[in-house]
């Protein structure tokens, strides 16, 4: 597993991601393996972000959502 923490554009239908582009590539979500929340510390208003695992073509990725950025960060071996 390698982890990441770069910027990537995805394609989002009903909430959910269904492509993901990154490294010059359109990676088609094929199914969603999870989806979790990670609050910070909220009495310090730090960030909520809303994690997906989810299988691609181009493999399995941890992407999540802060704010209205999408950030990669992870890919799975």
């Known amino acids: 597993m390698k982890r990441w923490f770069q910027p990537v554009e995805v394609e989002v239908t009903k909430g959910w991601p ?6 010059g590539r359109r990676h088609r979500v094929q199914y969603l393996v999870d989806a979790w929340v990670v609050q910070g510390k909220w009495w ?4 909520r972000r809303v994690y997906f695992r989810v299988h691609t073509t181009g493999g399995t990725l ?3 959502r802060s704010g209205d950025d ?7 071996d």
């Open 18 to 23: 269904v492509v993901v582009n990154w490294n």
């Open 44 to 47: 310090a208003e730090e960030e």
């Open 62 to 64: 941890d992407i999540f």
């Open 70 to 76: 999408w950030i990669l960060s992870k890919v799975q």
